[in-house]
């Protein structure tokens, strides 16, 4: 029996018809993932034939060199085009020696990287939180350092000594064969002096990376898997306020003045706000960081049955890409791609 007209039976936008069923939602879908989105962020120590589990990031690891092999082939089998290097030193001292040091962690890392596969894309972290037994970004003034100055705050990060040493570890992470350098310590001036560093020392190719880093709770995982977590104080002295975006778009345009290739907004899902005016503004390629505290949070309600992981995970990444991420650094970068069915 024939509808009776009513009303209802005029309306001509009916948005259902076009999520009726699966072929067609494919059909008008604006947003898909594709290996070409991802970065894989990887963890990797002094020593050998060592694999070990990170407990708050589920199936994550630190690794020594000699185990970067066969992730490395993995990650290139996905698909994936960059991995992103977090080093974790044999010693920390007060100015992070291993972050620039020849022999040090990164360098051997990237080296064993390429030796693998020199096509993957290296990105080095450029901080010095791992490297440094006070656990901060930077040189830090306190009595025993050699640039102790009473005059500023005790506890201050010495802005400038820090900006040299960024300088030096670049250079070394540069050599190794890093093709991105990406300064994660929200210091003043960091993606100009790594950028001049870089060009007067014969590595006008190596890109840089800025974050805009929020100062967040969202990271405390991946302080367990980097072994960074600060001595004393937090980094609001140096990394944002979350309630701030003013202040990132004003970080967004001295970093792209002084240089920066791409923008890296972190962490990702508290922050599309950020993201999308990102994109709608500027022409710079756009990265999100779905940090470790994102991660942690979707394993941990489905490990309770709260939420389906594969769902959650997805529909989180989506959206990063949808906000305007070109590129998403994920710990579920591996994880997404074979859901996917790549
Ligand atoms: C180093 C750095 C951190 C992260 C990336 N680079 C830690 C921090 O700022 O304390 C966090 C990444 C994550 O949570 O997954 N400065």
Redesign the pocket.
């Known amino acids: 029996m024939a509808y009776e007209a009513t009303w209802h039976a005029n309306l001509k936008v009916r948005l259902r018809r076009l999520r009726l069923s699966k072929n067609m939602r494919r059909l008008v879908r604006e947003t898909d993932l594709t290996s070409d989105d991802f970065i894989y ?1 990887l963890f990797v120590r002094h020593g050998a034939g060592i694999k070990l589990p990170v407990e708050s990031l589920p199936g994550k690891h630190q690794l020594s060199v000699d185990n970067l092999a066969a992730e490395v082939r993995e990650i290139s089998a996905l698909g994936i085009p960059a991995v992103i290097l ?1 080093g974790i030193p044999e010693h920390k001292d007060w100015c992070g020696t291993d972050n620039f040091a020849e022999d040090g962690i990164v360098p051997r890392a990237i080296r064993a990287i390429k030796e693998t596969d020199p096509d993957l894309l290296v990105i080095s ?1 450029m ?1 010095f ?2 490297y440094t037994d006070h656990g901060h ?1 930077g040189i830090i003034n306190i009595p025993d350092n050699p640039h102790y100055d009473p005059a500023l705050p005790p506890g201050y990060l010495h802005n400038d000594h820090t900006l040299d040493l960024l300088q030096q570890a670049s250079l070394t992470h540069a050599g190794a064969g890093a093709d991105i350098i990406a300064p ?2 929200m210091i003043d001036g960091a993606v100009a002096a790594i950028r001049s560093t870089l060009d007067s020392d014969g590595a006008q190719h190596v890109a840089v990376m800025s974050y805009i ?1 929020y100062a967040s709770a ?2 405390g ?3 367990d898997a ?1 072994e ?1 977590a600060p001595q004393f104080g937090d ?1 609001s002295q140096y ?1 944002m306020d979350p309630a701030n975006q003013r202040q990132a778009f004003k970080e967004i345009s001295l970093d792209i003045e002084e240089g920066a290739d791409i923008i890296m907004i ?1 962490p990702a899902l508290p922050n599309l706000d950020v993201l999308s005016r990102l994109r709608e503004n500027h022409s710079v390629p756009a990265a999100a ?1 779905q ?3 994102e991660y942690a949070m979707i394993h941990a309600a489905a490990q309770r049955g709260w939420i389906d992981l594969e769902r959650v995970a997805l529909e989180s990444l989506t959206c990063i890409k949808r906000a305007g991420a070109d590129m998403i650094i994920s710990y579920f970068a591996k994880d997404a791609l074979k859901w996917l069915g790549a």
């Open positions: 962020p977090f972290d901080c939180c791992q970004c994660s310590g880093k969202f990271y995982p991946f302080r980097a960074s980094r990394q972190k960081y940090v470790s505290g």
